[in-house]
Structures are given as C-alpha cells and as structure tokens.
C-alpha cells in the first residue's frame, strides 16, 4: 500500500493535515530538538537509537506493527509518546522521534489495523480503536507501559486521523495514559464527518476514504448507517466524556473540517470529563483550514498561534513526568479572532485568551425580510415567504469553506450568489465593528412540495467592494429536523421549523461591512444532494425537483441568532509564539 504523499495529486490532499499541521509542530521540533541537543551532548551523537520493529497483540490476536525509538541519554525507563496513524509509521515516527527523543521520552509509532504493515482490514475504520468489541487504542497503551523500557507514563500525539485516534482511545483509557495532543479531529462522527445535519459530507467521506485505499466495506458501512444508531454511538467520544481521565490540549481551526470537534472534545472534557481531565484542559483555535486555504484573497496576520511542540512537550513534562513548569496556571483558551485583512486599522486579527467557552455573548437574532434585509431584532410582518426550485441535477456548486479535499477556506460566494435558487438577505452598512464570537444557529420556517430536501445556510462577511466572503454555513436534512434517529417526512404545504447548525467562529465585521446570510438547498459536493424523494439514501436514481418555501412573517420569523461578543474589548489578548 503506497504512502499517502506517493499518490496521485488529487489523493496527496489527504495528506495535508500531516504535512501542514503536524509538519509545522515537528519543524518546531526539530529546532528545540536541536538546540537542546547542543547544549547536552556533542553535535556527532545521535539522540535516537535505531527503531525496532515489534508486532504488538492486539485481544482478537491481531498484530499490529509498532516501531519504538528510543533515547540514547540515560538507561531508562522513559516516558513514552505513542502515536497511531492510517498513514504509514515509518515516516512520522522517525520524524517525531528525532524531535522529542532528545528530550528524555521514548516513542512508539503504530500502524492502525489493516494498515500498511499491520495485516487484518481496516474496516470499520476508527470503529477498532475506541471502546467497543475492539480496544486497538487501549490495548496498546497496556502493551507499551509492560515494556521494560517504560516507565508506564504515555502520552499521545497527532492531528487529524491521528488525532480521532487519540479521540476515540481516551474514554475508559488505562491509567496509565497521562495526556494528549490532539490536533483538528473529531468528536462525534456522525454529526461532524459523516452526516452533518443529517446530510452526507460527500466530498469528505468519498474522497478520503479512496484516498487512503481502505477498504471498500468502510464506505459501504456509512451509508447503510444514514441515520444516527448503535454503531454510531460506539463513535461517539463526545458522549463519552465522563470517562475520560487524561487532560488534553486541543488544536483547531475555524475553516477546519472538525471546527466543531475540536470545541466540543474541549468543552465536555473540561468541564465534565473525569477527575484526571476536569479543569485541565486546553483548547486552541486558529484562522486555519484542514490544510492552505485554496484562494489568497484573504490571509490573516500573526496567524501562525503559540508554539505547537513547545506547548505540547511543556503540556506532557507535567503531567507525564511531574514538572513543576507553570502548566495549571496557563489560560485554558487561546482562539484567534479574525477581521478585515485590507483594512490595518481594523479590530481583530489577534490572540485572545479565556478562562473557559464560549466566552461571554450576547445573543442577538437577525430576521430575514422579504425584500432581502437582515435587520437585528426587528421581525418582519405581514405573511411574506420566498420560494425557489431546486433541482438535484443542478444543485449549487461548492466555493470553499470547512472541506478536505476541495476547495478550503474563505473564499468569495459571489458566483453562486446570483442564481435563482439561493436567497439572500443582506445588513446595512454596520456603523461600527460587530464582533461574533462562538456558536452559531439558523432557525429556518420552511415548507416544500416534496416529502424530503435539505436547507442550506451560509454566513459572509460582504466587503465594501462587493466580496462575500464565507465565513461559516451549515445543513439540515428535513426527514431529521426533530431527531437523526428516525425520519419524519413533510407534509405539503405545512411549515414547519428547521434549526441549521452552522458552527462556530470568531470574527469581527468591520465597519463598512455588511453581514450576508445565504439560504438554499444544497452545496455540492461538500454535501450528497438530497434527491426529494423521501426514499432511503441512495435507494436509486431517481429525483425530484422540489419548490421549497422559506417563510418569513411575525408568526414564522426565520432568523439567525449571532453571538456578540460581551467580554472585556481587549482584556488578556496572548500574542502568538
């Protein structure tokens, strides 16, 4: 099975979150590494012993491939990173190892099951590593702190796949797991990878799934499972919280494919997880993509955030090895709050800390008129809706936003903006700077002529020279407006509420600007098109083309609810570094 990045260019994009994120924290790494290494022990020694390869038990009596590297200071035993990747051990765990070897930890490097060097199949991929039937994650911590060379401390290490790893291990985790990094994963796959609002993430699921090689039965397995049941309740982390009882620093980004994950494994471990976890957690939030963003139309300053590898190895010193190096006292939140990139008088574009999230907020509801206004805290009157026709062979085209393997980032909506099928609702000019910040929820009042159809719904930041920059959108699927368990179909003619979830961001509208809010019925291919039809998902080929309702009257007043930051204006911003 070829590497990742020794695949075609299409499929190397997988690879980004590795190259991008976790480059940058071992490229950090190497330097500290270094550096270290000059003042400790002359510059011909080297700091890792050769890797040995050994093939771990797993409790079926599978094998998993493991190389460990060791330090070559000091007779042991150490502490230990462990990492777990779909990607190949090799590479990583060299890599890492010449990075925190030297700092007097060991490493082991695993191969997931079915993967590269580790034999048996990788289906249900993510499903073997968590608490059910399989413990590959468990497993492996109880084999590592046997290890003579172990002083059964173990922290763990990675972003993105090897980050859910990480994820998907720490609820019931052995004691002897000490702490995590854990980098843009997620902590609900149901809700965050495979079925947002209920609507398959098309482009994310397919195209990483092919990308990686796995096996055929992983993707066929998520589409049977289209709605929310037992199998995804053995993927779901977030709800496993309780029983996570190692702290953990958690590493995102706004445009990020797991936004949303990132926050949530933060705040429920934070605040409910266990004894070990509860009051010890980090979360850091970036301007960043799963990868470089696709269009250069915006680049945030002093975007780069707080030293990866320094926070990580200070982060596992003490809670791995018992340093007294000011760890509890550090803020629990770190986030970046984005602004207007032309403009070097605007507010935003740096490092604010929190004591917790989300930070203080007011709520505030703006309603969408029928003549096109966003207007706070002003509902319409009268009994106006706006209709339109979406067709599922012509849905609207996908620019930018929290992808994968597609077009990333903030990136200008207005090419989609005109069509017939999207409506828009604009602010006035805003008079002065408006900032949002934390999570944000559209409630929509719909009707439709057909049983099932989705609702899209964008927000953008509209520059006084015409852009509508994306800043964050969402999806609900309308059979799961009142649960993802089960389907309740529409009726003709009937309205109904619809809630979009659109995540969380933190962003300051400049003056000058206005506030856009896009609502439609698709977005392809970052979601599957809903074909109308009610059928069960991808049941056949046939569509319908759907005239949908969007109501907006004093009785159905569809809006949505923005976060104003309420906190102090510039109180503990942490530059990055």
Known sequence: MPHPCQLPEKKRALCRPYHVIAALILVGALAVATSAAEEKAPAEKPQVLPNEAHMVAMRDGTPLATDVYLPTDGEGPWPVILVRTPYGKKEVGAE??????????????????????????DSLIFHNDGWSERRDGHDTLEWVARQPWSNGSICTWGGSALGITQNMMAPGAPETLKAQDVAVALSDFYAQAAYQGGALRKALVEDWLEGVEADPENLETFLRHYRYDELWEEMNPEAEAHRVNAPAIFWGGWYDIFCQGTINSFVTIHNRGGPGARGRCRLVMGPWAHGSFTSEEIAYPNSEGPDALAGALRFFDHWAKGADNGVPDDPPVQYY??????????????????????????????????DGKLIPGVKP?????RSYRYDPRDPVPTIGGQNLMISMG????????????????????????????????????????????????????VYPDGRSMLVTDGIM????????????????????????????????FNKGHRIRVAVSSSNSPRFDPNPNTGKPLRADDETQIAVNDLHLSKRHPSHIALPIYAGPARARQQPAG
């Open 96 to 121: 890492l190892a010449s990075a925190v070897c030297g700092q007097g930890y060991a490493l082991a490097s695993q191969d997931m099951r079915g993967r590269f060097e580790s034999p048996g199949s």
């Open 477 to 508: 699927r309308a059979r799961f407006r009142d649960s993802f368990e089960r389907e309740t179909f529409l009726e003709p003619g009937q309205v109904y509420q619809v809630t979009v979830d659109l995540w969380s961001t933190s962003l300051i």
């Open 381 to 385: 009157t009268g009994e106006g809706k």
């Open 410 to 461: 903030p990136m200008d909506q207005r090419p989609v903006e005109g069509r017939d099928d999207v409506i828009l609702f604009t602010s006035e000019e805003l008079a002065e700077p408006l900032e949002v910040t934390g999570h944000i929820y559209a409630t929509l009042f719909i009707s439709s002529d057909c049983p099932d159809t989705d609702f899209t719904v964008k927000l953008t930041d």
């Open 337 to 370: 709050v984005m602004g207007d990139t032309t403009d070097a008088t605007a507010p935003g574009n740096y490092w604010r800390t929190a004591d917790n999230w989300p930070p203080p907020a007011k709520l505030t509801r703006f309603y969408f008129h029928s």
